[in-house]
């Protein structure tokens, strides 16, 4: 079919060339009578039309400009088909429901009057203080020194493995410590043991770098003094020097060092802030403050910027490895998670948790809550899924930030109890939880 326009486009291009000349004749030179008569008769040949042969120019036009469809290999087959879930999973996050989303990236600034809880609370183990979480850490340093009137050994304990953050450094610390006052216990007799010089390359890179470790010595029975180094004159020297009173108590000084050794950091405690609502229509609705998540104000606005760009990320193809990358990135977005249990006679139990606590907290928590806590119990996703495995990570099962679980009693336990007769239990939450019911708004 081409060769056949390409012959027609090649005729008509020679018709349109004008009169023809041989090559030692000059252009003005006129056709012999004769050759004009022998060039009559290709007029009387019966070929296609002007008309036909424009048309048949114009197509072969269009031929040469179209490309040859290529056949479609796997691999595109492949790109379509990821291309058109990725379209599909960005449909359905633009339809979820408005709750969702605002759980997804919440307000840069709250509403108190409309959020779900007020933000994220802990609780002081030496003061029994409940403060919000930008104070805690504030809160938690000035109980500490406070508890230095009362037990300044245990204090500067506190104040070693709580305000130096590198643990490592800690560690070593600690441990060289406990030799200086090991040699102590074990050499009484021996002067040396009882001075430590400050200025030594092991004390000022191990100890004299840590915070308390000063407030320590001082507890334990040391006082700080300089004294004059041996052959040298006016030569001085800082020196931590135990006192003869604290030498009498050898036993006491072996029992601080276990303390020093056994010690931990003492951290605040997150408060559940336990609510129980009664049955509300509202209870999978939730706002949550800026505490709940691992972002600046900045960057809750370009997670918001970002949602609104979301059909468009869904056209890039992305790996297996982008996707659990970014999933990862998804994960680690939630610091805390609020959780509610809605309980067969419609109350809801509502909790504030670490979004990487494990399962086990969940169930347990709830468990304190019932009155016949020794029957076993299930909890479902909001998916419909049991949560069985309690080695999982909140975050890990997607109940983060947060989510409204079911509560159902093992169905094998409520078989036997119906068929053993037994009367129909009451409420599922002890009865003092009831006294302090609210309403879910």
């Not at 027609?8 to 004769?34: C, M, V, W, Y």
């Not at 006016?234 to 009498?248: C, G, H, I, R, S």
Request: net charge neutral; aromatic share 6%; with cysteine.
């Amino acid at each position: 079919m081409k060769k056949f326009f390409q012959d027609i486009k090649a005729d008509l291009q020679f018709k349109t060339a004008g009169p023809g000349q041989k090559l030692n004749e000059s252009p003005s030179r006129e056709r012999h009578p004769k050759e004009k008569s022998k060039a009559e008769p290709s007029k009387s040949r019966h070929g296609p039309t002007d008309e036909a042969q424009m048309a048949a120019a114009a197509a072969l036009a269009r031929l040469e400009q179209k490309a040859k469809p290529r056949p479609p290999s796997s691999q595109d087959a492949i790109r379509n088909q990821v291309k058109k879930e990725l379209m599909a999973e960005a449909a359905a996050s633009d339809n979820a429901a408005p709750a969702d989303r605002k759980n997804s990236v919440p307000e840069v600034e709250d509403n108190p009057s409309a959020l779900s809880v007020l933000g994220v609370y802990f609780t002081c183990p030496l003061t029994g203080v409940t403060v919000q979480k930008d104070k805690r850490e504030t809160h938690v340093k000035n109980a500490i020194l406070e508890h230095a009137a009362k037990d300044p050994v245990a204090a500067s304990v506190m104040e070693i493995h709580t305000f130096n953050r590198d643990r490592e450094k800690v560690r070593l610390g600690v441990e060289t410590i406990a030799k200086y006052l090991d040699n102590i216990h074990l050499h009484p007799e021996e002067e040396k043991y009882r001075k430590i010089k400050i200025q030594n390359r092991v004390f000022q890179e191990r100890i004299h770098c840590l915070e308390g470790t000063h407030e320590f010595f001082q507890a334990v029975g040391f006082e700080k003094a300089t004294l004059s180094v041996a052959g040298q004159e006016d030569a001085t020297e800082d020196f931590y020097v135990l006192k003869e009173a604290a030498l009498e108590k050898l036993d006491d000084l072996k029992a601080h060092k276990e303390l020093l050794l056994s010690g931990e950091p003492l951290r605040a405690q997150l408060d559940r802030q336990r609510r129980i609502f009664t049955p509300s229509p509202q209870a999978s609705r939730f706002e949550l403050p800026g505490d709940f998540f691992n972002l600046t104000a900045e960057e809750l606005k370009r997670e918001q910027r970002l949602r609104a760009e979301a059909v468009e990320k869904a056209s890039m193809l992305r790996t297996k490895a982008m996707r659990e990358k970014e999933e990862q990135r998804e994960m680690r977005k939630y610091n805390y998670a609020l959780l509610r249990v809605r309980f067969p006679d419609g109350y809801i139990l509502q909790g504030t948790f670490y979004a990487r606590e494990p399962v086990s907290a969940l169930h347990q928590f709830v468990r304190e809550t019932l009155q016949n806590d020794w029957l076993p119990f299930e909890l479902l996703a909001p998916g419909g899924h049991k949560l069985t495995d309690e080695s999982l990570a909140l975050n890990e099962c997607g109940l983060v930030p947060s989510a409204l679980l079911t509560f159902a009693w093992d169905a094998d336990v409520m078989a036997d109890i119906k068929a053993s007769g037994a009367e129909r239990m009451g409420s599922v939450l002890k009865p003092d939880l009831l006294l302090a019911v609210q309403t879910l708004s």
